[in-house]
């Protein structure tokens, strides 16, 4: 059956793609060595076109338009970002979560809390920063029912993916929720950063009416240039500060140092969490000495 047929990208691997159409897998497809000229890369979850020859082999020759898109997880097209954090090996990096969930909020995707390891460590004050900044956020542990019938729920009719720091047990979290998937995971070494990584590409596996994504982890994310995330944009991306963003003194005020902010009034007392701000202030730090003194 040669011709054209759309799909969904599942897995890109060493510059093959494989994709999934209403005519079933179609493994080992190249990409149209006109993306190369035009810098466009195609991802897991973009929807395309792929030409498939009468030997079976297919080229994937266009990319349809994207709902959104993230560089870390690389991903289109996603509905929801489960962002994994174990309660401790490895232990907790709330500025990563808040650079990924930020990442999440200003692409339009719903981002929700997996915490892990809850019978290494108590993930309960974890659970309680996100909830109180208004995500949904679950304490799971392996002995317990408790968050994985919710989250399975969640899984339910979108695409999503989990990400998250190397070793926080994504994979294995996934086995336990889709047993049929049977992905390796990892013995957790002293050692945690290059070469520790178990799951080394991205790829998405079918649930129930949708897809769901595993993916490497990573030890650190820098603030990469993300024209969506800016010192203009990254306030909106910390929602639980929206109710305070226009009692503000100045109308562009940086929620820094201003005298009047309420952003860091409503931080300091305690209306909103602490480590969010403090999240907030070093992201919006970072991004001034990376990108320079924005336009005003
Ligand atoms: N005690 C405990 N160990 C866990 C839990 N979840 C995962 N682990 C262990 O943590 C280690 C890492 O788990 P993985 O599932 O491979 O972690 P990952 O997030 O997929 O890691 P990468 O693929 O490298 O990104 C394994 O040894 C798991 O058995 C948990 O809830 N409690
Ligand atoms: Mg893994
Ligand atoms: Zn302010």
Not at 10 to 33: D, K, V
Not at 66 to 71: F, G, T
Not at 138 to 166: D, W, Y
Not at 232 to 256: I, Q, S, V, W, Y
């Amino acid at each position: 059956m040669a011709g054209e047929v759309r799909g969904r990208i599942l897995r890109s691997l060493g510059g093959f793609y494989t994709l999934c159409t209403e005519n079933g897998s179609i493994p080992e497809c190249r990409a149209c060595g006109r993306f190369r000229v035009q810098r466009v890369t195609p991802l897991v979850g973009d929807m395309a076109l792929v030409c498939v020859d009468a030997d079976g082999t297919g080229l994937v020759t266009e990319l349809l338009p994207r709902k959104n898109a993230l560089r870390r997880p690389p991903l289109a097209n996603l509905d929801r970002l489960f962002i994994v954090c174990s309660a401790m090996e490895p232990a907790p990096n709330l500025r990563l979560l808040d650079l990924l969930a930020a990442s999440a909020e200003i692409a339009g995707i719903d981002a929700v809390f997996l915490f892990t390891k809850s019978d290494l460590a108590d993930c309960a004050p974890l659970v309680d920063i996100y909830t109180s900044a208004g995500f949904r956020a679950f304490a799971l542990s392996p002995q317990r029912e408790a968050g994985i019938a919710e989250v399975r729920a969640l899984l339910r009719g979108c695409v999503s993916a989990f990400c998250g720091n190397t070793g926080v047990g994504k994979s294995t979290l996934l086995n336990r929720l889709l047993p049929e998937l049977q992905l390796a995971t990892g013995e957790i070494s002293q050692k945690l950063g290059r070469g520790r990584h178990t799951t080394r590409h991205v790829e998405l596996f079918p649930v129930a009416d949708g897809w769901v994504a595993d993916t490497p982890g990573f030890s650190a994310l820098e603030l990469e240039n993300d024209a969506a995330l800016t010192d203009r944009t990254l306030p909106l991306a910390f929602r639980e500060f929206a109710p305070f963003l226009d009692a503000c003194a100045f109308p562009d005020c940086a929620h820094m140092k201003e005298s009047g902010c309420a952003v860091r009034a409503a931080a300091e007392a305690g209306r909103l969490p602490k480590s969010r701000y403090e999240s907030y202030a070093a992201l919006r730090g970072q991004w001034r000495r990376q990108y320079g003194k924005p336009r005003r």
